[in-house]
Nanobody, 125 residues
Framework: QVQLVESGGGSVETGGSLRLSCAFSGITRSHFYMAWFRQAPGKEREGIAGITTQSGTPYYGDSMKGRFAISRDNAKNTLYLQMNNLKPEDTAMYYC??????????????????WGQGTQVTVSS
């Protein structure tokens, strides 16, 4: 059974930082693609960043590079998202996701078949 469990969300002030974690288990494929998405109320789910478990090459959605950094620790089966200089518009539910392929398109959430329950990030001005 595949499980993705996010943690690390919370409330911060503008300019603050958070590091999200996603502990994953049960994925039997050797290499697969993982990503972070977010969804604010009334908005579509938005891809933030993705990373391959094989090469570790990170990919970022439009306007996401710079303040967000994705990384993963295969030994710990954990995916991370470092978020710096947070702004009120970053307020959203943040989700960890995994594809059953070695690729995934950040603009197409349907590529990802495994999802965590989400962790809330709230940035106050």
């Amino acid at each position: 059974q595949v499980q993705l469990v996010e943690s690390g969300g919370g409330s911060v002030e503008t300019g603050g930082s958070l590091r999200l974690s996603c502990a994953f288990s049960g994925i039997t494929r050797s290499h697969f693609y993982m990503a972070w998405f977010r969804q604010a109320p009334g908005k579509e789910r938005e891809g933030i960043a993705g990373i391959t478990t094989q090469s570790g090459t990170p990919y970022y959605g439009d306007s996401m590079k710079g303040r967000f950094a994705i990384s993963r620790d295969n030994a710990k089966n954990t995916l991370y998202l470092q978020m710096n200089n947070l702004k009120p518009e970053d307020t959203a539910m943040y989700y960890c996701a995994a594809s059953d392929q070695t690729y995934g398109r950040l603009y197409r959430p349907l590529d990802f078949i495994y999802w965590g329950q989400g962790t809330q990030v709230t940035v106050s001005s």
